[in-house]
């Protein structure tokens, strides 16, 4: 293993003489201790990394990179995304600033999260017409299109690492579910209306 400082961070790759394993957590966390206080810790590995490690890594804000026998390198963790998005200006290529995004994120997946519970217990409000009138009732196949809708929804953004804007949009995209639902309902007669 070569060890080399540079600015913004500290370097660890791997040489090609490293056996083909992933790269375990030990590794990583002894970067992160040897790399200074408000630094970058950057890690570079031809074999990839355990979840373990990957798991340390971020949350020790450890970016991990992964190169190929061509040199050329992928990014594995949100820290290293964020560095390859923020590259092109020093200003927002700090760990600080990695921070408040990663706060800010997380805020709005909880907004998001309360958007997907309010809509499901609308939602299961309106399956309560099929109690009435079966499956076929257009309000009742209404809801069960905007269920269809918002379980897209959600599965995009928990299949894959998404942004603020688009938790936001996506969160936009579960009101305006919520809007046509309830829309739906006011157009019921009382008898069928959901308490």
């Known amino acids: 293993m070569v060890d080399w400082t540079s600015t913004p961070g ?8 490293t056996p083909r394993r992933p790269s375990v957590r030990l590794p990583v966390q002894q970067l992160r201790g040897a790399a200074p206080e408000g630094s970058w810790a950057l890690f570079y590995a031809l074999s990839g990394y355990t979840a373990s490690a990957v798991q340390v890594a971020d949350q020790a804000r450890v970016a991990l990179f992964r190169y190929d026998q061509d040199a050329n390198g992928t990014t594995v963790n949100e820290v290293a995304d964020f560095l390859l998005r923020s590259r092109q200006t020093d200003a927002t290529a700090r760990p600080e600033a990695f921070a408040l995004e990663q706060e800010i994120k997380a805020v ?15 939602a299961n409000r309106g399956l309560e017409v099929a109690k009435v009138t079966g499956t076929f009732h257009p309000f009742v196949r209404a809801v069960l299109d905007e269920l269809d809708r918002v379980q897209g929804i959600t599965q995009g953004v928990h299949d894959r690492t998404v942004t603020v804007s688009e938790f936001l949009q996506a969160a936009e995209q579960i009101k305006d579910a919520a809007g046509r639902l309830i829309t739906a309902m006011d157009g019921l007669p009382d008898s069928l209306r959901p308490n």
């Open 108 to 122: 709005t997946q909880q907004s998001f999260d309360v958007a997907v519970s309010l809509f499901m217990s609308l």
């Open 10 to 17: 500290k370097l660890r790759p791997r040489s090609s003489t």
